[in-house]
Antibody
Framework: EVQLVESGGGLVQPGGSLKLSCAAS????????MHWVRQASGKGLEWVGR??????????AYAASVKGRFTISRDDSKNTAYLQMNSLKTEDTAVYYC???????WGQGTLVTVSS | DVVMTQSPLSLPVTLGQPASISCRSS???????????LNWFQQRPGQSPRRLIY???NRDSGVPDRFSGSGSGTDFTLKISRVEAEDVGVYYC?????????FGQGTRLEIK
């Protein structure tokens, strides 16, 4: 089955860290860039960042709101993409989705809550 | 960053009537490869986004033909020819042409 499954969300204090995972199946993961997109409760979609494939040197790009705090990586041997989130702020509270390069395939999302 | 501006932000529609959503970009979305990477998404309550239209006017598999996309350059439109109850949700445009991807604010479609 072609799918993406996010995991790793939870409650974390401001200033803390969390690492999300996105497990892919049913397509050639290694050849696809992967995006992370987030959505705060009742708000719109916000692109977080992207990692390209090995053929594109695993190049990454980030939204200004997370640059320097978040890092996207991937392990093609595990068909998994990651989002390392450091120095978390209350405004990072959101459902985090991963999506494939073409944005035709999305996971179910994982909720991150940053609160004391 | 490229700013994507949708209008209207709220769209009450009578069942069976047409609906139209506008999306304007602050820069041209024509890529150097000649393609225009403008997608439309539907997000039903409690669900993940679902891509409806890619590269301006190409409908995804399984998307009813009452949905259509058009436009060029900086001005794009999503049209629903006859709204059905299952179309309730929020619609987003997204540009993938420029290095940093951006979404529109979303348009909430509701049944009048």
């Amino acid at each position: 089955e072609v799918q993406l499954v996010e995991s790793g969300g939870g409650l974390v204090q401001p200033g803390g860290s969390l690492k999300l995972s996105c497990a892919a199946s049913g397509f050639t993961f290694s050849g696809s860039a992967m995006h992370w997109v987030r959505q705060a409760s009742g708000k719109g979609l916000e692109w977080v960042g992207r990692i390209r494939s090995k053929a594109n040197s695993y190049a990454t790009a980030y939204a200004a709101s997370v640059k320097g705090r978040f890092t996207i990586s991937r392990d093609d041997s595990k068909n998994t993409a990651y989002l390392q989130m450091n120095s978390l702020k209350t405004e990072d509270t959101a459902v985090y989705y991963c999506t494939r390069q073409d944005t035709a395939l999305w996971g179910q999302g994982t909720l991150v809550t940053v609160s004391s | 960053d490229v700013v994507m501006t949708q209008s209207p932000l709220s769209l009450p529609v009578t069942l069976g009537q047409p609906a139209s959503i506008s999306c304007r970009s602050s820069q041209s979305l024509v890529h150097s490869d000649g393609n225009t990477y403008l997608n439309w998404f539907q997000q039903r309550p409690g669900q993940s986004p679902r891509r409806l239209i890619y590269k301006v006017s190409n409908r995804d598999s399984g998307v009813p033909d009452r949905f259509s996309g058009s436009g060029s350059g900086t001005d794009f439109t999503l049209k629903i020819s006859r709204v059905e109850a299952e179309d309730v949700g929020v619609y987003y445009c997204m540009q993938g042409t420029h290095w940093l991807i951006t979404f529109g604010q979303g348009t909430r479609l509701e049944i009048k």
